[in-house]
């Protein structure tokens, strides 16, 4: 069998240079970042002792040091303006003067890492924008709408590790191999059916939500016999990246609301790296994500860890959503 690398797709689509090389080495940086992750409670006192840390024995949150593993492998990639960070307040710049054509990349290194205490999937998230012109080094200049992503992709770390991605030609998805050490296409051209009748929302904030979330997910419950005409199979990880693995492989919607509780900051889920490159890979596997009334990928960013509620998965179910918000 034919095996298909990384970079053998990403040349196959005829992806520019510079876009080619940052991609490999995000993927460089998730297949580090993945080691450290199997080494589990050992990750900290084993990465401190490997850099002959005379401090090995404080062991760092796995989380700090995926963050640290993808500033180190993707901070030195030569077309880079700046990193943003969930682990990290300010934008982290890596040019003084950021030209046309250089990248913007919005990351959360360990997405859903409250699943590693339990030793379930977690993930990294990315985003990258293109900048059109010259910017000044200042925060506002990484406001920049989801529309304008050039590429967005994740990697999950199950029992084995994956890489899904997408340059606006569709999502591929690659697995590691861990003898070669490449990442080969394993799910091609990954598509979400239309319709579905499994949904995701951590349930027990239910009387926290607003009145469209509860009665869209009192009226799923209600099964065959009530208004949707069919029963709904619920599934929850509490890890953004499995649950959106699980509806490109076999459709459902993921929700996220803004609730009483969260309500204050908009919602728990980031925009610019959780819900714009999660909402880019649901869109170009034809599917939709909204916020309940619009596109996600339209919203004007207000700040770089903005959040916002999250509605993504099967095109049909999502509008079926967004009418319940117009009621
Ligand atoms: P994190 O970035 O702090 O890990 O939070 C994001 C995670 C998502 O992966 C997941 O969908 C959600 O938070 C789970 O939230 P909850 O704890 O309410 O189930
Ligand atoms: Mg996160």
Not at 132 to 141: F, G, K, M, R, T
Not at 246 to 262: E, H, M, Q
Request: hydrophobic share 40%; net charge negative.
């Amino acid at each position: 069998m034919t095996q298909t690398t990384l970079r053998q797709h990403l040349q196959a689509q005829q992806t520019d240079t510079d876009l080619m090389i940052l991609m490999e080495d995000i993927a460089t940086a998730c297949r580090m970042i993945a080691d450290r992750v199997r080494h589990g409670a050992f990750a900290g006192v084993l990465g401190a002792a490997e850099t002959e840390n005379i401090q090995g024995e404080t062991q760092k949150e796995l989380d700090v040091i995926s963050d640290e593993v993808f500033q180190q492998i993707v901070g030195g990639n030569p077309s880079l303006a700046a990193l943003v960070s969930e682990e990290v307040d300010e934008v982290n710049w890596r040019k003084e003067a950021p030209q046309a054509g250089d990248f913007v990349v919005y990351y959360d290194p360990l997405d859903g890492s409250s699943n590693l205490d339990v030793n379930l999937s977690v993930g990294t998230i990315f985003s990258i924008v293109r900048l059109d012109a010259a910017i000044s080094p200042q925060a506002d200049a990484v406001k920049i709408k989801g529309t304008e992503q050039v590429a967005a992709g994740y990697a999950i770390y199950g029992p084995s590790t994956g890489l899904v991605i997408t340059t606006g030609q569709g999502v591929d998805g690659f697995t590691h191999h861990p003898g070669s050490g490449e990442f080969l296409l394993t799910q091609p051209e990954m598509s979400i059916p239309a319709e579905t009748q499994e949904f995701a929302i951590n349930a027990s904030r239910y009387d926290m939500w607003d009145t469209p979330i509860r009665g869209y997910i009192d009226d799923c419950l209600r099964g065959a016999n009530g208004p949707r005409g069919k029963k709904f199979n619920m599934r929850w990880c509490a890890s953004m990246v499995a649950d959106v693995h699980r509806i490109l492989t076999r459709g459902g919607v993921f929700l996220y609301p803004a609730d009483s509780g969260n309500a204050a900051q908009g919602g728990k889920l980031r925009l610019m790296y959780e819900a714009n490159p999660m909402g880019m890979l649901v869109e170009q596997a034809g599917g939709a994500s909204s916020t309940g009334t619009g596109r996600i990928l339209e919203v004007a960013p207000t700040g770089h860890h903005q959040r916002v509620p999250v509605i993504l998965g099967s095109r049909d179910e999502v509008a079926v959503i967004e009418g319940y918000h117009k009621k």
